[in-house]
């Protein structure tokens, strides 16, 4: 028997595997001694087998190589109960949705889908499930595999032009890339401040009905915070992030109306020098596009100037990463005792960010040699 370097690497690797199935170990460990040139009885004393099994997966290696010596070959002593076909009926039945057959439910369960399956067995021509347990449904499923009771979402894109204005977006995040890398405009001509404006809408101001309990070392770990709270209503975060020093503009509303939003346009045009563009990148809310929002506009002139995301694209818009930060800091289980101190508290944290500004930029390009070619 010849075995190359690599056939040869693979069987002393297997031989000494710990985790291995026990009879593949065994067998590697038989095709290593005889390459070696060691007798059939030497072989069964040194692995303390019976000559007559050393020699079967010898014979087999000759016969049909080591690869096929080392793995049993496919039997079944007798016919399965469950046939194919009924099998592919179980998974013709995972693949339908239960309110389709007369249930109630939405999705299956494995009960739900067992007890159907009992129950129709029979006459859908398949008596050999008519006592399927829960087990055999499952093992069926997983044969494929199938999980019927889970929901993975995905996003239907319903905007026709949604690779246009992905590359205009994306566009826009190289070029301030490269602005931020170069050196500051000149006086010649006045620069373009790009902000990306969103808002986190439906924050709710929580208060406590007993007071926290600090931790104590040796005894309580963490805060201890009673189960029950109020409901004080809800805010709206609208922020501005400046993509070129990373500062951040922003408002807490009660509501996000046209008016809401303008008074955050009114905040960049105060705090931005006057003889800039400022460019935003933001979402196709209806105030953002309303007639009292371009009323507003129509009085500052190439001060502004919008770069929309598309339809179902929030992800697009960096501002997203700042809310992201805001939630996993001060506004992470934040409790207060009226909505003007989460009001406050949010300014504050707002204040705090911009007092350490980090510049939050776009590094992926690569969906721009894509979105090109869907425009094409």
């Known amino acids: ?216 070392p040796g005894k309580h770990p963490r805060v201890a915070r009673d189960h029950e709270y109020r409901r004080l209503g809800t805010c709206s975060i609208l922020a501005a992030l400046d993509l070129h020093q990373g500062h951040v503009t922003a408002r807490v509303e009660r509501r996000h109306r046209s008016r809401e939003f303008i008074a955050l346009l009114k905040d960049l045009d105060q705090y931005y020098p006057p003889g800039c563009i400022i460019r935003i990148v933001l979402d196709n809310h209806s105030a953002h596009i309303s007639k009292e929002t371009r009323t507003f506009l129509a009085t500052r002139p190439n001060r502004f100037q919008y770069v929309l995301t598309p339809k179902h694209g929030s992800w697009l818009n960096i501002v997203e990463t700042l809310f992201g930060k805001m939630a996993r800091t001060f506004l992470r289980h934040i409790r207060v005792q009226s909505w003007e101190e989460l009001r406050d508290r949010i300014l504050l944290g707002i204040a705090e960010i911009n007092a350490a500004p980090v510049v939050h930029r776009w590094k992926k390009f690569d969906a721009l040699a894509s979105a090109s070619q869907d425009t094409v």
């Open 1 to 216: 028997m010849t075995l190359n370097d690599g056939q040869m690497s693979k069987l002393q690797q297997l031989s000494q595997s710990c985790t291995a199935p026990l009879r593949e170990v065994q067998r590697a460990r038989i095709l290593c001694h005889y390459h070696a040139g060691e007798t059939i009885a030497g072989i069964a004393r040194a692995l303390k087998m019976t000559r007559k099994s050393v020699r079967k997966w010898i014979d087999k290696a000759l016969a049909m190589g080591a690869d096929a010596a080392l793995q049993d070959a496919y039997h079944r002593p007798r016919a399965p109960v469950i046939t194919e076909e009924a099998r592919a009926w179980v998974v013709h039945l995972a693949c339908s949705k239960p309110k389709e057959l007369g249930y109630a439910a939405e999705l299956w369960t494995r009960s739900l889908l067992a007890r159907h399956v009992r129950r129709e067995a029979a006459q859908a021509g398949h008596p050999s499930l008519s006592r399927a347990a829960k087990a055999t449904v499952q093992r069926i499923l997983a044969e494929q595999p199938l999980h019927p009771e889970r929901v993975r979402y995905y996003l239907e894109r319903h905007d026709p032009v949604f690779a246009v204005r992905m590359r205009d977006v994306l566009l826009v995040y190289q070029e301030v890339a490269w602005q931020n890398e170069g050196p500051p405009a000149g006086p010649q001509r006045p620069p373009i401040i790009t902000v990306s404006v969103d808002e986190k809408p439906g924050l709710q101001a929580i208060a406590n009905t007993a007071p926290d309990l600090p931790p104590v």
